[in-house]
Each structure stands twice: as structure tokens, then as C-alpha cells.
T-cell receptor, first 113, second 114 residues
Framework: DTGVSQDPRHKITKRGQNVTFRCDPISEHNRLYWYRQTLGQGPEFLTYFQNEAQLEKSRLLSDRFSAERPKGSFSTLEIQRTEQGDSAMYLC???????????FGPGTRLTVT | AQKITQTQPGMFVQEKEAVTLDCTYD???????LFWYKQPSSGEMIFLIY??????QNATEGRYSLNFQKARKSANLVISASQLGDSAMYFC???????????FGKGITLSVRP
């Protein structure tokens, strides 16, 4: 499968725990995005990487959130001290050289109890 | 900030008929593209079609086409010959940032009746 993959697909955690999600973009795509989608809403932008550089972060990304893309390939999104309001679908997307390319992964559904 | 309006809360269409899903947006940026994505109940966002702001012709991709009216800031998606598998949420998203991040509307639910 040459599409965007995300792991895990589902995560249930207790409030206060830390969680980490992984995204593997399409090979050779240099752009990588994280979005968050809550029930009944469209996805909201969280952060953007160009290769390994994090070039933009949304105000939605509080201090408890951190994202990395250490070698310009896969990326991780960590949420520390999870809160019930963090329950959402976390989507990763990657884009190639063409600005109109942006393909999404299947998402990680987080439930904080 | 951009504002995307998808006011149709739920749409129904008979199988094999065409349907139009509306999208209007408010942006002061003069150079942008617009994406449409489909999200079935499985949750994955599936890319359908893209319209560049300077494209003179409306984009088409198989059964999908865009009715793009730049002056009205409107980019409606037309699905021809609806299939049962078209039942899903549909999102439009302008791309105006230098980093091509997308801003999505609330989406439209489409249900295709057999």
C-alpha cells in the first residue's frame, strides 16, 4: 500500500495519560499536515511540516501537543496529560511537489475517558 | 480568517441521478485553489477534485465536476449518475495559505437512495 498510513487506528486512554500517534506519508512527499476532526465538524488544521521543519502551528495546538518529523519521513504527534476535550479523530495528510496534492491517511480516533 | 459555507445539512438523491452540493467561501486572497473531499462512514478523507484559481475551465474528474464561479466565490460539486457508494459526507476546502493548509466547512451529508 503506497498511501498515507497512521498508527494506531484507535486509541482509548484515561484522562491525564500521554499518547503518541504516528503518520507515515506517501514516499517522497515532502509536505506533511496534521488535522483534528471532532464530531459533526470538518477537519481543523493543527500543524505543517516541510521535510523535517515544522513551519506552521495552529493556535489549536496547545503546549500539551507536540509534533515531530525527525528525518523528514514519518511524523509523530504527542498529546501530554490528555483531557476529555482531546477526544477526536486525528488525521494526517501528505503532499508532493504539486501544490494541489494533499492525500489523507485513515486517521487515529482518540477517546479520552 | 476564511469562512466556508456549506448550508445544505443533508441531501438526498435517487440512484443514477445527478446532484449538486453547494460551497461558498469568504477569502480576501486572490490566489487560491479549492478542494473537494469525500468522507464515508469509515472516516478516511478521499480526495475528489481540485480547481485552481486561474483555471479557465471547470475541473472535471470522472463523475465529478465543479461549477466554479470565482467572482461569486462559489464552487459547487456536481456528481453525475449517483451510486449507492456516494453516500458520505462531502467537504469543500479552499487552499489559500502559502503552506497549502486546508480550511474545511462543516460538510454536507449525501444519501443516495436505491
Amino acid at each position: 500500500d503506497t498511501g498515507v498510513s497512521q498508527d494506531p487506528r484507535h486509541k482509548i486512554t484515561k484522562r491525564g495519560q500521554n499518547v503518541t500517534f504516528r503518520c507515515d506519508p506517501i514516499s517522497e512527499h515532502n509536505r506533511l499536515y496534521w488535522y483534528r476532526q471532532t464530531l459533526g465538524q470538518g477537519p481543523e488544521f493543527l500543524t505543517y511540516f516541510q521535510n523535517e521543519a515544522q513551519l506552521e502551528k495552529s493556535r489549536l495546538l496547545s503546549d500539551r501537543f507536540s509534533a515531530e518529523r525527525p528525518k523528514g519521513s514519518f511524523s509523530t504527534l504527542e498529546i501530554q496529560r490528555t483531557e476529555q476535550g482531546d477526544s477526536a479523530m486525528y488525521l494526517c495528510a501528505s503532499g508532493g511537489q504539486a501544490y494541489y496534492e494533499q492525500y489523507f491517511g485513515p486517521g487515529t480516533r482518540l477517546t479520552v475517558t | 480568517a476564511q469562512k466556508i459555507t456549506q448550508t445544505q445539512p443533508g441531501m438526498f438523491v435517487q440512484e443514477k441521478e445527478a446532484v449538486t452540493l453547494d460551497c461558498t467561501y469568504d477569502t480576501s486572497d486572490q490566489s487560491y485553489g479549492l478542494f473537494w473531499y469525500k468522507q464515508p462512514s469509515s472516516g478516511e478523507m478521499i480526495f475528489l477534485i481540485y480547481q485552481g484559481s486561474y483555471d479557465e475551465q471547470n475541473a472535471t474528474e470522472g463523475r465529478y465536476s465543479l461549477n466554479f464561479q470565482k467572482a461569486r466565490k462559489s464552487a459547487n460539486l456536481v456528481i453525475s449518475a449517483s451510486q449507492l457508494g456516494d453516500s458520505a459526507m462531502y467537504f469543500c476546502a479552499p487552499d489559500t495559505g502559502a503552506n497549502s493548509k486546508l480550511t474545511f466547512g462543516k460538510g454536507i451529508t449525501l444519501s443516495v437512495r436505491p
